[in-house]
């Protein structure tokens, strides 16, 4: 089993910028790929970033840019941080952490899920 704990979401107005942090503990050595998906209301999930356990990283077209994703495995822990600059209202939704066994990081990936932590971006 791997546990998910997510944090730094938060509220913000347009052109400032937000860390997601999202820390694995468990089971560890079975995932490849962290990421992010969000998901904002009335609109299916989509993929913000992802890296894998080599570091290679995939951003979603609209953030491009602007977030960048980041690794830090380290003992028995491994965090993954999403930094948010440039932010906009349409970025506002809920952040959901995800690992998977995968090199990729899909919405039906086999894995785990964290909770999710809301981001509001005000105009």
Same mark, same amino acid.
């Given at each position: 089993? &791997?546990?998910?704990?997510?944090?730094?979401?938060?509220?913000?107005?347009?052109?400032?910028?937000?860390?997601?942090?999202?820390?694995?503990?468990?089971?560890?050595?079975?995932?490849?790929?962290?990421?992010?998906?969000?998901?904002?209301?009335?609109?299916?999930?989509?993929? &913000? @970033?992802?890296?894998?356990?080599?570091?290679?990283?995939?951003?979603? =077209?609209?953030?491009?840019?602007?977030?960048?994703?980041?690794? =830090?495995?380290?003992?028995?822990?491994?965090?993954? !941080?999403?930094?948010?600059?440039?932010?906009?209202?349409? =970025?506002?939704?809920?952040?959901?952490?995800? @690992?998977?066994?995968? @090199?990729?990081?899909?919405?039906?990936?086999?894995? !785990?899920?964290?909770?999710?932590?809301?981001?509001?971006?005000?105009?």
């Amino acid at each position: 089993q &791997v546990q998910l704990v997510e944090s730094g979401g938060g509220s913000v107005q347009a052109g400032g910028s937000l860390r997601l942090s999202c820390a694995a503990s468990g089971s560890i050595f079975s995932i490849n790929a962290m990421g992010w998906y969000r998901q904002a209301p009335g609109k299916q999930r989509e993929l &913000v @970033a992802s890296i894998t356990r080599g570091g290679s990283t995939n951003y979603g =077209d609209s953030v491009k840019g602007r977030f960048a994703i980041s690794r =830090d495995n380290a003992n028995a822990k491994t965090t993954v !941080y999403l930094q948010m600059n440039s932010l906009k209202p349409e =970025d506002t939704a809920v952040y959901y952490c995800t @690992a998977q066994f995968g @090199a990729l990081v899909l919405p039906g990936g086999s894995g !785990y899920w964290g909770q999710g932590t809301r981001v509001t971006v005000s105009s």
